[in-house]
């Protein structure tokens, strides 16, 4: 979806808006790298949807200055709880769980894969996601640190068995927008 919604403050327009699941969607293709969670996979997945119906190609135009926002109130639920009991049990976590582990790398690989020269931060929100997520990309722009923001918020609802939903544990959802300022064609 994209348009001209304006966010409340009026300082923000929505270029585009993507979700994962949407109809007819299995499990996000994996991340090369990523192991064990669909954390990763969640987030490539929803900004690269975002991001093409925006750009309509694999790059963002040369000199775009994009942040990545990345939201989510419990992280890495799945790969957190894996490294719990692998520790728990005396065990020692691989080593791809050490980078896999924060937020940031997953935010940055798709920075990287998408050329998106903008600050790449995470926010663990005690309210409104999306509100906060907002203000913090509204904030970017306002400092002249990004010209757009790329805006992920992301939450694994649970990491114990049961049905999976798109791949994930049950009810992982994400959503990716992409804010400009207020004059963004």
Not at 92 to 116: D, E
Request: glycine share 14%.
């Amino acid at each position: 979806m994209s348009g001209t919604a304006q966010h409340p403050a009026g300082r923000l327009t929505v270029l585009a808006e993507a979700a994962w699941p949407e109809p007819g969607d299995g499990a996000p293709p994996p991340v090369p790298g990523y192991v064990h969670s669909s954390f990763p996979p969640l987030v490539a997945a929803v900004a690269e949807r975002c991001l093409t119906r925006a750009y309509g190609r694999r790059l963002a135009p040369d000199g775009e200055r994009t942040a990545v926002v990345l939201v989510s109130a419990a992280g890495d639920r799945a790969s957190a709880a894996h490294v719990r009991a692998t520790v728990a049990a005396g065990g020692r976590p691989g080593p791809l769980f050490f980078f896999q582990s924060v937020p940031n790398s997953v935010a940055g690989h798709v920075a990287a894969r998408w050329g998106l020269g903008g600050p790449v931060l995470c926010l663990a929100p005690t309210g409104d996601p999306r509100a906060e997520g907002t203000a913090e990309a509204e904030l970017l722009l306002h400092d002249g640190d990004a010209d757009r923001a790329l805006l992920v918020l992301i939450e694994q609802a649970s990491v114990d068995g049961g049905a999976r939903d798109a791949g994930g544990p049950p009810g992982a959802r994400a959503v990716a927008v992409l804010l400009g300022g207020g004059d963004a064609p």
